[in-house]
């Protein structure tokens, strides 16, 4: 069974910084797709940071694009987020994911997701 682990959230001031992380168990992950996704109550979870599984590929959504950066730990099974220039539209919990499907290479879309982290809040105030 596939387990994944957020860490890292808090508050944080506008402008600030924040590193999430996300350790996995059960399964080696540098052969699959994963990435990050946030949600605020009230509406749907919405894809934050990828890295593909194969090439180590980077994707952003414009609103993370030269803010946010994924990286991955294959030595220690872990998937990282860091986020700079911190907005308070950032508030969100947020949640690390991952798919064991070869085939998807970028992990942009929740209905791709396999697996789950359990969410870790960040709150950016202002």
């Known amino acids: 069974q596939v387990q994944l682990v957020e860490s890292g959230g808090g508050l944080v001031q506008a402008g600030g910084s924040l590193r999430l992380s996300c350790q996995v168990s059960?399964?080696?992950?540098?052969?699959?797709?994963m990435g990050w996704f946030r949600q605020v109550p009230g509406r749907e979870r919405e894809f934050v940071a990828a890295?593909?599984?194969?090439?180590?590929?980077?994707y952003y959504p414009d609103s993370a694009r030269g803010r946010f950066t994924i990286s991955r730990d294959n030595a220690k099974n872990s998937l990282g987020l860091q986020m700079k220039n911190l907005e308070p539209a950032d508030t969100a919990v947020y949640y690390c994911?991952?798919?064991?499907?070869?085939?998807?290479?970028?992990?942009?879309?929740?209905?791709?997701?396999?697996?789950w982290g359990q969410g870790t809040q960040v709150t950016v105030s202002s």
């Open positions: 059960g399964r080696t992950i540098s052969r699959y797709a």
């Open positions: 994911a991952a798919t064991i499907n070869t085939k998807i290479a970028v992990l942009q879309t929740t209905n791709d997701v396999d697996y």
């Open positions: 890295i593909s599984g194969i090439s180590g590929g980077t």
